[in-house]
């Protein structure tokens, strides 16, 4: 269905022409209906004769953002990382720099009521366990809304909510630690094959592991064997002490824990928990339908951030509704390396320092 997006009649007030005098220029608080799916947002933009990286692109945000604090009757936060970025150098992940956008975002919010909208693709679970810290000293009711991707160190975070509101697309997903790219499990599981099989063959078969065994330090065992159980205690303290606020020996922390943990029963570490999934491990979730009008606003945003993150250098956002907007980005650094024939420049992305987002 093809819809239109009329401005509010505002009294005395026209809408100012611009360049293609067959488009106006509408204001995002004009607007009787916020444009939800990602093909409606571009056609927007495009009956205003605007630039998809202007400030129109920010304003609808920001104005999507006070409609949902509208419904909710609480305010939201945004941390929105880019989710489809393939390239290691550009860090995406949850980290320990995200302390000072999180740190901006609760300054100035009033109440001991919060939203938290989070999309992530995961990171390091000792920043989330510092984020969490940082949101629960500020507040005493969290809920996360998971308009998309909430993995591993993200769904760590959303455990510490008292709830968390999911779309139909929104995935939560395993637990269970990476070293170096590798499932620390399956690097633990790889030495119990050899140990086991060195016991049934003697010492003899020695020889023909030993290749396999040295592309590991002995160290590396421990390092995952502590990544398992740092993992596992996170998510038990943060079940047990927000969201299910029981003690840690109830089974049902265990039960979740041990489930989202399990690689061998997960089998990938980007494996899809959504909201049917989630609610059966014991999870406390909450659909965005069940809040009327809230749904189409959420899948909006996600697909403003979606289009903000395609048409900017951009890889990480922090946003409110009351003056918080900036993010990270990525800048093009020429690095001259030889390839043999001649030097030449090479682009490389870096990360770049804090910017606004407009």
Not at 18 to 37: C, F, G, K, W
Not at 101 to 114: N, P, Y
Not at 218 to 229: D, V
Request: charged share 20%.
């Amino acid at each position: 269905m093809k819809r239109n997006y009329h401005q509010r009649p505002k009294k005395g007030r026209q809408p100012t022409r611009v360049r293609d005098s067959s488009a106006v220029t509408v204001s995002p608080n004009q607007l009787s209906e916020i444009p939800e799916t990602y093909q409606e947002l571009i056609n927007f933009f495009q009956s205003q004769d605007q630039e998809l990286t202007g400030p129109i692109l920010n304003a609808l945000r920001i104005e999507t953002i006070k409609r949902i604090e509208q419904i909710t009757g609480r305010p939201l936060i945004c941390y929105v990382s880019r989710t489809n970025v393939q390239d290691p150098n550009v860090p995406t992940q949850i980290d320990h720099s995200d302390l000072t956008g999180f740190s901006d975002l609760v300054h100035g919010i009033d109440g001991k009521d919060v939203d938290v909208l989070i999309v992530s693709n995961g990171g390091l679970p000792e920043a989330a366990e510092r984020i969490v810290d940082l949101l629960r000293r500020k507040f005493e009711h969290i809920r996360f809304i998971v308009p998309s991707n909430a993995y591993s160190a993200a769904t760590l975070i959303c455990l510490s909510g008292n709830s968390i509101l999911m779309d139909i697309v929104g995935t939560l997903g395993p637990i269970d630690p990476q070293i170096g790219g590798f499932p620390a499990r399956s690097i633990l599981r790889a030495f119990e094959t050899i140990e086991g099989r060195l016991k049934e063959e003697g010492p003899a078969a020695l020889t023909a592991y030993l290749p396999l065994i040295s592309k590991y330090d002995l160290h590396i065992l421990e390092i995952c064997k502590s990544a398992q159980e740092l993992s596992n205690e996170l998510a038990g303290t943060f079940l047990s002490r927000y969201m299910l606020q029981c003690s840690e020996d109830d089974p049902r922390v265990a039960t979740i824990v041990s489930s989202l943990a399990d690689f061998d029963k997960n089998k990938s570490h980007a494996r899809s928990i959504n909201r049917e999934n989630a609610r059966e491990l014991g999870i406390v979730v909450e659909d965005v339908e069940s809040f009327a009008g809230l749904q189409p606003l959420v899948n909006s945003l996600n697909n403003q951030h979606v289009i903000f993150f395609d048409k900017t250098g951009f890889f990480k956002l922090y946003e409110n509704s009351i003056g918080i907007s900036w993010g990270r980005q990525v800048h093009q650094v020429n690095i001259l390396v030889p390839d043999g024939r001649k030097q030449g420049p090479i682009p490389s992305p870096q990360p770049g320092p804090p910017q606004p987002s407009n």
